[in-house]
């Protein structure tokens, strides 16, 4: 689950991150309220949409007066933002951020993350700040440092000293520096979030540390235990058929692809969109509706995947280890009459009982492809898919 921008920055003064003054707002009639209550005669109007990108994208906007902070917040609040990492359909824009300005002398990149390598959280730090930090990462890695915390002794002073002597900081930034990673872990930990990331930690035109920028993702995992931040979830911000998976308990992924894919067991489903990406098409989807398959889930599984437009063909491949194909092939059945289905599918079974199952769907009457290898399934879905 991620965070908006205004609700990650509240968390930040919770824990003595600095950040600028600012007022969420939902409707443009509230902006002289929060222009008046932060005082000055600029303000920076923020689009609050789960996505970077929005400065380049129009979604961060000075304004030099009250009339064109309103206009702004009018012209956000109920549009839909389109930035370099939404995708073409964009994200709808119900809250905007009114912030006083800050004058900015430096922008620097600072995150916290799970690194998996090392398995420990990492700090990642670059002086190209409010850049894309994957472009950094691809075009100059050399400007990116990163440090691990050992668990049993967290944060030390020195891994702050460290990152500090890489941003060229002096005097009193260095302990300023040193405050705000010490409140990030401890934020990052009690959270249990997946990734914080400033971008940019702007040094101000008096020298000060602050974070301009605020992007907190939660551990979904770990959101039982949080009922304060789960009431932050704003599902506008999500895949509306990602939000209905997770109600089903499918685990559902929205891809660009045109082949949707229906398979159990997640590591199956990663070998399947391989295969169909080695044979010249791209999944529409990474689906996993679990060892325990019912009828009732997939026929769930076959509505979510037909929901997108995107879909050409459907590639079910369904391994009966814990499950007997012949149920598998009894709900495939029972979906397909109660769904109703407009693109070819093609279904692969493998394991117990996978001969019954075949035949079942080869007698069924339905307009179902059958396939008992896993190439010859890819080959066909795509040709389906391509004719
Ligand atoms: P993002 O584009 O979604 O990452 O949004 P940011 O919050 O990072 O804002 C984008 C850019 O707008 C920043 O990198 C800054 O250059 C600029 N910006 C944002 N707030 C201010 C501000 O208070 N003063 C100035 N001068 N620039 C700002
Ligand atoms: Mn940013």
């Known amino acids: 689950m991620n965070l908006h921008e205004y609700q990650s920055k509240g968390l930040f003064r919770n824990y003595a991150i600095p950040v600028p003054d600012g007022v969420p707002i939902s409707d443009a ?50 549009s839909v933002l389109t930035t370099h990492q939404t995708g073409p359909q964009g994200l709808p824009v119900h809250e905007v951020l009114i912030e006083k300005p800050t004058v ?22 670059s002086q190209a700040g409010g850049m894309n930090i994957e472009e950094v990462a691809a075009a100059t890695p050399e400007k990116i440092i990163t440090i691990s915390v050992n668990p049993v002794v967290g944060l030390q002073a020195f891994q702050c000293r460290q990152i500090a002597f890489a941003y060229g900081l002096e005097g009193g930034q260095i302990g300023e520096l040193q405050a705000i990673m010490q409140g990030l872990y401890k934020l990052f930990m009690e959270k249990d979030a997946s990734l914080i990331e400033i971008n940019p930690l702007v040094v101000d035109e008096e020298g000060h540390l602050l974070a301009l920028d605020a992007k907190i993702n939660l551990d979904d995992n770990a959101l039982y235990r949080h009922a304060d931040l789960l009431q932050m979830r704003d599902l ?13 308990q499918l685990n559902y992924i929205s891809l660009n692809g045109t082949i949707g894919c229906m398979v159990n067991g997640a590591g199956l489903a990663m070998a399947t969109m391989d295969l169909v990406k080695l044979h010249g098409a791209e999944p529409a989807n990474f689906l996993d509706v679990g060892g325990g398959a019912t009828a009732e889930r997939v026929a769930e599984a076959f509505k979510l995947i037909l929901s997108d437009s995107n879909v050409k063909a459907v ?62 399934a890819a080959q066909k879905v795509v040709a389906l898919a391509a004719g």
Not at 49 to 59: I, L, M, Q, Y
């Open 104 to 125: 900015i002398a430096r922008e620097l990149y600072l995150s916290v993350l799970v690194d998996r390598a090392t398995r420990r959280v990492a700090f990642m730090a």
């Open 29 to 78: 009639v509230d902006v002289e309220n929060a222009a008046e209550s932060l005082g000055g005669d600029r303000w920076v109007v923020k689009a609050q949409v789960h996505t970077g990108g929005r400065g380049k994208a129009g979604g961060v906007v000075l304004a030099d007066s009250l009339e064109q902070a309103h206009s702004e917040a009018q012209r956000l609040l109920g």
């Open 236 to 248: 506008t911000q999500e895949d509306a058929r990602e939000a209905a998976a997770a109600e089903h």
């Open 315 to 376: 590639l079910v491949n369904i391994f009966g280890g814990i499950v007997r194909c012949d149920l598998i092939a009894e709900g495939i059945i029972a979906a397909v009459t109660e769904v109703g289905i407009s693109v070819p599918v093609v279904v692969r079974l493998e394991g117990t009982n996978a001969q019954a199952g075949l035949e079942m769907l080869n007698h069924s009457g339905l307009n179902l492809d059958t396939a008992d290898d896993l190439t010859a």
